[in-house]
């Protein structure tokens, strides 16, 4: 167990110099402490690049091999997790078990806290084996302490499974998580305004790593042509309109056209593309789609 020594040295616990009688600021120059901190969260992830292009070569490597992503935290750094594994169906088109965010106290710990959830190692492990995580799947920890027990539980198990293994911080990591971590992410953002609140730099560093993780290894699969996202399913009026905007784009058609091929396609874009693009059915798309891995750009490159 941490000690109250140990845990008063973590710099996410320390006290920030520069918000030092905050209380006292007028808002405007509370609001600027922000920008700054904002600056600085930014800085600390670019910092950490190669370490992020580490995790995404990896995370990449699991789906191509039918593979998982998993993301287990407690408290925000939880709740982060699980929110980008929930946005990947809907952006992606992705089934929901190829990102899933676990949080420390289960669903109701995303609306409340869960005291004390954190703290226990075995519910760490214990949610890797629920979950059935196999040397197949990545699984990233992510703890803004690099302490988090059930993070580190969850880790050391995933690692005895055989999965690969990312633990996300914003403090130095203990050598003694090299055992069973392939790589680490630690963007080092500073003591926060409101001390301890890691919700701040921390939590916004979270999210910018979370966001490449899951987007640049979704494009590196397939998901995205160009910069658009083929892959979306136009499940409502917003996501119809995008979609037909998207196979526009792609093609040139008018939005009839567009919108009348995608609804033969039964609202997938990419299929849509495809149809338009080789002059096919619904059902043959699919199968050129599958012939190349599900590559909108291979197929159209492929005269």
Do not use: W
Not at 3 to 14: A, C, G, N, P, V
Not at 75 to 96: Q, Y
Not at 193 to 207: N, P, Q, V
């Amino acid at each position: 167990m941490t000690t109250q020594d140990e845990l008063s040295k973590l710099i996410t616990e320390q006290r920030n110099p520069c918000s030092i009688d905050v209380d006292l600021k007028s808002t405007a120059e509370i609001v600027q402490l922000f920008h700054e901190g904002d600056h600085q969260a930014i800085a600390a992830v670019e910092a950490e690049s190669t370490s992020i292009t580490q995790g995404v070569e990896l995370i990449t490597v699991a789906f191509q091999r039918g593979g998982r992503l998993f993301y287990i935290g407690a408290g925000t750094s939880g709740r982060l997790g699980v929110l980008d594994a929930s946005e990947c169906p809907p952006t992606f088109s992705t089934h929901p078990s190829l990102v899933q965010g676990i949080i420390a106290g289960g669903d109701r710990a995303l609306r409340r806290s869960v005291e004390g959830a954190e703290d226990e190692t075995e519910a760490g492990a214990e949610a890797i084996r629920f979950y059935g995580v196999t040397a197949q799947d990545v699984v990233v920890g992510i703890a803004s302490s690099g302490r988090t027990p059930y993070v580190i539980g969850a880790l050391e198990e995933a690692h005895r499974i055989g999965a690969k293994t990312i633990l996300l911080c914003c403090t130095p990591p203990a050598d003694s998580l090299k055992a069973f971590v392939d790589v680490f992410i630690a963007p080092i953002v500073g003591p926060e305004i409101i001390t301890g609140s890691t919700r701040l730099k921390a939590g916004t560093a979270t999210k910018l790593v979370l966001n490449m993780l899951t987007t640049i290894s979704m494009i590196k699969i397939g998901k995205v042509y160009n910069n658009l996202m083929v892959d979306i399913q136009s499940s409502n009026e917003k996501l119809i309109a995008r979609g037909t905007r998207i196979i526009m784009d792609v093609t040139g058609v008018n939005y009839d056209t567009a919108r009348q091929a995608l609804e033969r396609a039964e609202g997938s874009a990419k299929v849509a593309i495809v149809m338009l693009a080789k002059g096919m059915n619904r059902a043959e798309a699919i199968v050129l789609l599958e012939k190349h891995d599900g590559f909108l750009r291979r197929v159209l490159d492929d005269i």
